[in-house]
């Protein structure tokens, strides 16, 4: 079970012994304490029915690695999915509520238009995170995105969905207008690490993720 200040993902069978670990991990989070056991005795202590006792480990885990992706659609539903239990925090910015509402449990959903979540630095996440990837559901957007993120020297891996026409044409007016070819050099597109042929969200999806793991991976080598 995976717990984090303000929320959780999985399960210890629910009741009242998890709702009691849950409220000792909160209290371990701010703690310096990097792990515990606790004992819970059924009957006496939780007032449960079934009897005996029950010994629960704590371990701190290293903080998760935040990754901003813009545009909650079909493939960044599917990253989400795949993400959940991983090292890494999803940051998921998109201004469509009817996307942003079915994001599944774990992931974290911005609903707001992303170049003003950016421009506006409205969240210290984007301050936090050096790793972006960019899936609208505009061109228009994705490029405007583009030209934001690399320019700015936080951010050190940017993934941008679509072919590599796309991509050609994207470079070529960015490095016309604004972008330095160090700054371009950041982004890679297509995203992800299989050049594999499928167009379903959740392949897409999980070579992203792989890619997002891959440059994680060497950020800490």
């Known amino acids: 079970m995976l717990i984090w200040k303000g929320g959780f993902w999985g399960t210890l069978g629910g009741g009242q012994l998890e709702f009691e670990v849950l409220k000792r991990a909160e209290l371990l989070l701010e703690s310096s304490d990097k792990t515990h056991v606790e004992e819970y005795k059924l009957s006496t202590d939780l007032k449960q029915c079934c009897g005996g006792k029950v010994e629960v ?40 509520s009817e996307w942003i509402n079915q994001l599944p449990l774990g992931s974290q959903g911005h609903l707001i238009e992303p170049l003003k979540f950016l421009n506006h630095n409205l969240s210290d996440i984007s301050t936090k995170a050096n790793i972006a990837v960019v899936m609208t559901h505009s061109h228009d957007l994705d490029e405007k995105l583009i030209d934001t993120l690399a320019s700015k020297s936080d951010f050190k891996h940017i993934g941008l ?19 330095t070819e160090s700054m371009l050099e950041k982004v890679q ?30 950020g800490e080598s």
């Open 161 to 179: 969905i679509g072919s590599d026409t796309k991509w050609r044409r994207f470079k070529h007016r960015l490095g016309n207008a604004s972008l």
């Open 57 to 96: 480990y704590f371990e701190k885990q290293m903080p998760l690695t935040k990754v901003l992706c813009f545009g909650a659609g079909h493939v960044a539903q599917q990253l989400a999915s795949v993400l959940v239990g991983t090292t890494i925090e999803l940051h998921i910015v998109d201004e469509r």
């Open 189 to 218: 597109c297509p995203v992800g690490v299989f050049k594999g042929k499928s167009k379903e969200p959740r392949d897409i999806a999980i070579s992203i993720a792989a890619q997002i793991l891959q440059w994680v991976d060497e």
